[in-house]
């Protein structure tokens, strides 16, 4: 017997596979692969989320209403403009399964997040790739792609893997260039490790615009990536939608709970911005002086290009690596077979990433 056929599309979905976080026979391994906190989350994170034990038999909050009204504070936002997430992905998947479907097209840019194209076939949806330009976000690419079925856009800015970013400049010349019937999402889970002066997330255009979507996470520099927290702002009828289509107790109280205070440690949130710019910078430079080809960053890691020689490729530095109990990530699925993509830890974590790299790059 076979089991009843799901939806065209669904079956073309490559299931997302996260970073690895253990090897055989290694008890201690230095997990690089998935852009994790450094530092992890914030001491009074902790204790919030310790707070919760006993209420667990209490349902949460349905609506987050203080967790938003902490994000609004942070960011001098509206609070009834904001939603609240399983993390962010549950929020760019209900915005694509709730502005497009079969028929509709979702563009993204080549080197964009995998998670684009799964939400895309999930809602029956076209995805659609536009070309780069030096691994970056092409606006012109993006805009020439754009067609009658472009239902919406999704824009990762800071982009993952690649590291690199647009200016406000740039962000602002896309909005204009999209179609009012076109949603952009901008996916901004690295803002808050950004500190290039022409950068901004995306919150100014998400308040002025009718068909802009800012979306943020707590997983990256607030360390709660265990709790799954995320949230979006944008126009109060797209908010509305989003209200309309997820579950009605999408955020559990710890995340909640965890949430509020580790985004009201602004002292700890800028402690691991400072430690992340100190060891993201250290290592790039390490890395370039064994020659290998460091792509600029303004996230919590670096996309690192190795030579094309089987001794010396990113396949044979990531076998070594992991011999050596360092995880980084490989990046092949995203047509980035020569690279690495490896996340800012510690420093000793960093300088024993080095320290493996100098020794395979002597020895190849």
């Known amino acids: 017997m076979s089991t009843p056929p799901p939806r065209p599309g669904i079956l073309d979905?490559?299931?997302y596979i996260g970073g690895l976080s253990e090897l055989p026979d290694i008890d201690k391994v230095i997990k690089l692969s998935s852009n994790e906190s450094a530092l992890g989350p914030s001491p009074a994170a902790k204790e919030a989320y310790l707070d919760v034990a006993d209420h667990l038999h209490r349902y949460p909050d349905s609506s987050a209403s203080e967790l938003r009204n902490a994000i609004a504070r942070e960011y001098g936002i509206e609070s009834e403009k904001i939603i609240c997430g399983n993390g962010s992905d549950e929020l760019i998947s209900l915005l694509v399964s709730a502005y497009a479907g079969p028929g509709d097209e979702v563009l993204y840019s080549r080197h964009g997040f995998l998670v684009y194209p799964i939400a895309a076939?999930?809602?029956?949806?076209?995805?659609?790739?536009?070309p780069e330009k030096n691994l970056k976000t092409d606006i012109d690419a993006i805009l020439n792609a754009v067609s009658e079925k472009t239902r919406v856009?999704?824009?990762a800015n800071p982009n993952n893997p690649t590291g690199s970013y647009l200016d406000n400049d740039e962000m602002e010349r896309l909005a204009n260039g999209l179609p009012e019937r076109t949603l952009l999402v901008i996916d901004a889970a690295y803002a808050e490790y950004v500190t290039a002066g022409d950068y901004t997330a995306g919150d100014g255009l998400a308040a002025t615009r009718n068909n802009v979507v800012m979306t943020r996470t707590f997983s990256k520099i607030h360390g709660l990536s265990a709790l799954r927290l995320g949230w979006a702002y944008g126009?109060?009828?797209?908010?509305?939608v989003l209200n309309r289509t997820r579950?009605?107790?999408?955020?559990s109280a710890a995340a909640?709970?965890?949430?509020?205070?580790?985004i009201s440690d602004s002292a700890f949130t800028a402690r691991a911005r400072a430690d992340n710019e100190?060891?993201?910078?250290?290592?790039?430079?390490?890395?370039?002086?064994?020659g290998l080809t460091v792509h600029p960053s303004v996230a919590n890691f670096l996309l690192v290009g190795f030579p094309l020689e089987p001794a010396r490729c990113a396949a044979a530095a990531d076998a070594f690596l992991k011999q050596n109990g360092i995880i980084v990530r490989r990046v092949d699925n995203y047509g980035l077979a020569d690279c690495l993509r490896i996340s800012i830890g510690t420093e000793e974590e960093m300088q024993a990433l080095v320290k493996a790299l100098t020794r395979f790059m002597s020895a190849a």
């Open 256 to 262: 909640q709970a965890a949430g509020i205070a580790a």
């Open 235 to 240: 126009p109060a009828g797209v908010i509305d």
């Open 153 to 155: 856009v999704l824009i």
């Open 121 to 130: 076939y999930a809602a029956g949806a076209t995805p659609v790739e536009a």
């Open 13 to 15: 979905i490559a299931p």
């Open 247 to 251: 579950g009605p107790f999408n955020v």
């Open 278 to 290: 100190t060891w993201r910078q250290w290592t790039a430079d390490q890395l370039n002086g064994l």
